[in-house]
């Protein structure tokens, strides 16, 4: 074999092994990605209140959840990629919602940048809040009135959040928040049984400026009365959880 028909064999070898080195880095990359994205544990399970275990006891062990399925990233000019809503979810007989809000280390850079902080908060300061603002059908015999909000034909509230839950990831940051309606005087059950609930939206506000009346941060669509339900099963980790609470109390 001549050298150089030798030399292009390695060539072509080395050309080989940096080529599937390439593929597999992509592929670990592109797989790392996809594992890291998902919901912590902690964010996933159903978060155990009272309010949670007396409507578990009352159905006889069962609780109605459901969830719907709606564009869960902010995608205005302004706030585009900042926020996700990774879970929300309807626990009509504990009145009662649940809602996981995900933000990556971007986020946190943009909020410097859009508020001229002097410096870079950390990660685990708790940075944002989230507040649910409620659409209500007064005319639900006119359906011809719903695309729009009107004094006339309907009517609006907000009900504030409890945090319950945080964790970072590599990639992102979440926090878990729970919203009682018994809070506001209000009962989702009723809502929706009588079709009058058009929709609900979370609106997100750094806390530094938690003013309700101005334009929130970032807002995203939990519920509209269009969409179809998906019913959520209490998964086992979440009946579990729901008995220990039983045996603390």
Known sequence: MSRVTKSFKIAGWLIKFLFTLMVAFVCGFLMWRIFSSGDPKSMKALSVNDSIYSAYEQSDEELYIFRQEQNSTTRADHNAGYFSVTSAVFIPEANQIQVVLRYNNST?????????????????????????????????????????????????????????????????????????????????????????????????????????????YGTLCLYDYITKKETVKLTRSDRAQIEAWKADD
């Open 108 to 216: 946190i850079r943009n909020l410097v940048s859009d508020k001229s902080l002097s410096e870079t908060p950390e990660r685990s300061d708790d940075l944002f809040d989230v507040s649910l603002f409620f659409s209500v059908d007064l005319t639900p015999e006119n359906k011809e009135d719903n695309a729009t909000i009107s004094e006339s034909g309907t009517r609006t509230f907000r009900c504030s959040s409890t945090l319950v839950g945080k964790e970072e990831t590599t990639l992102y940051n979440y926090r878990k928040f729970v919203f009682d309606l018994d809070s506001v005087g209000e009962d989702l059950a009723e809502l929706l049984n009588t079709d009058t609930l058009l929709a609900v939206y979370a609106d997100v506000y750094y806390v530094e400026e938690m003013d309700l009346d101005k334009e929130a």
